[in-house]
């Protein structure tokens, strides 16, 4: 070996253990999430924007570590853990509040961001929204109020129906709250509705059987990440049975279902990763301020509309942000 070819390859081999600490210094976001990778794989490229705000790129100078929980919130404390164990520089948490509530659980140290939770004050996770106090921060959705607006507006569709269904999943921590709101709504109008519960696949197909032996005219379907990550099962057995339903994201009705009002899921997702570069560049999460969306998007799918035989009165069309024909 001719000696500058060796010189070259020692000074190579001295530069290992260099490029090895540099590898190690990246920090590691901790992300864990209720529900699974393939139904909120279109989210985060919305949190990459958001770190990339920060100057974070996946990948180059920061990783993540995913924990997907597949709808199994029992998973969610173990996995926590094993971030925790990891020593991530954060947990960015994801698919309503359990997962949010199982890593600080494990910690008080690790700053935890929330992509959407329905009462932070409430669950204990802050102080206060304009200051949180602690080691948690991030966007804040109060979905029960919204499972107020949702059923209003069904009944805007269709104002003379008999019986109104809600599917809820009894594992959310918010399940029963959301439940009381709505039926505290629905008689004040005098409106007949059933609460039907859904935590799994079979009850979701058991709940269907039960609205259509009930001959339900309408569906409101309540916000939960296990739900949403059903969507497409849900949707065609609203389409199948001929049921009307409203839903809390858009993605619903992009994927058939007749109409949807709430958050755009992509703005609380690149707002955590904004959150989460700011963490990383040394900002405290006790005085970061928990977010709140500000823009609520109605969507409505018309030809869904003419495939129920539904004409959408001209009220809701004009309050509609999106219509799909």
Known sequence: MRRRAFITLLGSAAAWPLVAHAQQSVPVIGFLHSA?????????????????????VDGQNVRIEFRWAEGQYHRLPAMAAELVEQKVALIIAGGGDPPTLAAKAVTTTIPIVFTGSDDPVAFGLVTSLSRPGGNVT??????????????????????????????VNPNGPTAERD??????AARA?????????AGNERDIDSAFRTMVGRRTDALLVAHDPFLFAR????????AYHAIPAIWEFREFVLAGGLMSYGTKLTDNYRLAGAYAGRLLKGAKAADLPVQQPTKFILTINLKTAKELGLTVP????????????
């Open 36 to 56: 699974s990778a393939g139904a909120f794989a279109p989210f985060l490229a919305a949190l990459r924007e958001g770190l990339g705000e920060a100057g974070y």
């Open 138 to 167: 991030g966007v804040g959705v109060f979905q029960s109020e919204l499972e107020v607006k949702r059923f209003m507006l069904l009944r805007d569709l269709a104002p003379a129906i008999p019986r109104i269904a809600m599917l």
């Open 179 to 184: 439940v009381g709101a709505v039926e505290a």
């Open 189 to 197: 109008v005098g409106q007949q509705i059933d609460f039907l519960r």
């Open 231 to 238: 969507r497409e099962q849900l949707v065609a057995l609203a």
């Open 314 to 325: 001209d009220k809701l069309l004009a309050l509609a942000d999106e219509v799909i024909e």
